[in-house]
């Protein structure tokens, strides 16, 4: 009987603890609707009780979401920015939070990895660099870019964020089969018990962090983003801004070697606190000012070039990073302005040994992709196959296989096909 006494008194307290608890601090309330992007969603009362009890379950434990919350104050102001200059809704933010609590190196058990849970294939698609040296899935900077990708080359099927959200779980095919080609384009949308459970949880995640975005990390803690330390290795990285070098690791889990390789323009996060943020603004501001006198003897092309690199304009076509080539663009100035080996180069646009810069041509940064973004193209009569693939970044293997072309000729009078129509 005294057992069962002190049990009661013990449960008695531990629900009067969790009352008090609760008084102090109140869970987010689901909204019988709000705004995405440009579209209004609806949610059904049943269902916003289910999306509730994904919010009450988020908020349930105080300290982790604190845990949670320490991450989104250092990640979403580089997340937000990438967002807006990809033209992808602010609210995608919260998908990376549900796909990773922003843990870095987080894995699922389908070998999907890092902030965005990408897939070795998929990352590669999206123009991660993944092998020995690098996983650019565990890069923030470098994943956030191609979530956004991905996201962007969905929507131009749907034309719908919400069934873009979706392909992001089940791909694009698997979302072709479950949502409805009606909504395409829809500027309205209700959320019931046929909305597909991804999205749910989407929405439960965004309701729960929306309110919270004001938390200041518990260090006081900011994350930099600097892109110059190409062929360095994180112990001088350390060393030259007087950051612990383990914690730093910690922030660039996705350089495996310890060296960072020179292959492409690499961004590497530098955590600070109030001691060493003014180091950090010397160390770059230093470092800028020596890449600028850098060969001021030799008046080469790379060096007229820089007066005017501010001016510089990177574009995008199929997703991709490219420059349109001005009279003063070379193989080395593009190499040396945006730290990409000319070999590289010269394979991310299908040139051989004999091709040379032209002004007026696009080159793209990064691997052209396997298709385009549009289906046909009526290639004028000063085309070359080429500049077919350039202009609509697609790999001229590609491009070949598409057109069942054998050779480099453009077939004459003849659209050419950019990807498959099968879904049409």
């Not at 699922?108 to 020995?132: D, M, P």
């Not at 191609?146 to 979706?166: M, P, T, V």
């Not at 459970?197 to 919270?212: G, L, M, N, P, S």
């Not at 080539?325 to 590289?344: C, G, K, P, Q, V």
Request: contains cysteine.
């Amino acid at each position: 009987m005294k057992k069962y006494i002190f049990l009661f008194f013990i449960s008695f307290f531990l629900v009067k603890n969790l009352n008090s608890q609760s008084k102090d601090y109140s869970t987010p309330k689901v909204p019988s609707s709000f705004i995405f992007d440009n579209m209004k969603i609806e949610i059904n009362d049943d269902i916003r009780k289910e999306i509730q009890n994904e919010v009450d379950a988020l908020h349930l434990n105080r300290k982790y979401l604190l845990l949670i919350l320490d991450r989104v104050s250092i990640y979403f102001p580089i997340i937000e920015k990438i967002l807006k200059e990809e033209n992808i809704p602010d609210d995608f933010k919260y998908l990376s939070i549900q796909e990773s609590s922003l843990i870095s190196d987080a894995q699922s058990s389908s070998n999907a990895v890092g902030f965005w849970q990408f897939k070795s294939e998929t990352a590669k698609s999206h123009g991660l660099q993944i092998n020995k040296y690098v996983d650019e899935r565990l890069n923030i900077i470098s994943s956030t870019r191609a979530a956004c990708s991905y996201l962007k080359e969905n929507n131009f099927h749907f034309d719908n964020w919400i069934y873009s959200l979706l392909s992001y779980m089940t791909g694009l095919t698997g979302a072709r089969s479950i949502v409805d080609e009606k909504m395409f384009g829809s500027k309205r949308m209700k959320i019931d018990k046929n909305t597909h459970w991804y999205i749910k949880k989407f929405i439960a995640h965004k309701v729960a962090f929306q309110d919270e975005l004001s938390h200041k990390h518990s260090q006081s803690m900011v994350l930099k983003e600097y892109s110059s330390f190409n062929n360095r290795s994180i112990k001088s990285i350390s060393d030259e801004f007087d950051i612990n070098y383990d914690r730093l690791l910690s922030y660039n889990k996705w350089v495996k070697s310890k060296q960072i390789p020179n292959d492409k323009n690499y961004s590497i996060i530098v955590p600070l606190d109030q001691k060493n943020i003014l180091a950090f603004q010397d160390v770059k501001i230093n470092t800028t000012s020596k890449n600028i006198d850098t060969n001021n003897e030799s008046q080469s092309d790379f060096d007229k070039n820089i007066i005017s690199i501010a001016n510089l304009s990177v574009i995008y076509l199929n997703g991709l990073p490219a420059i349109i080539a001005d009279s003063l663009d070379s193989f080395n100035s593009i190499s040396r302005i945006y730290n990409i080996s000319i070999e590289n180069l010269k394979k991310y646009n299908d040139m051989d040994d004999k091709q040379k810069i032209v002004t007026g041509n696009i080159y793209y940064l990064k691997r052209k992709r396997k298709k385009g973004r549009v289906f046909t193209y009526h290639p004028s009569d000063h085309d070359s196959l080429w500049n077919v693939s350039q202009k609509f970044g697609i790999r001229l293997s590609n491009l070949k296989k598409l057109n069942n072309i054998q050779n480099n000729q453009l077939p004459s009078n003849k659209k050419i096909i950019l990807r498959n129509s099968i879904w049409f």
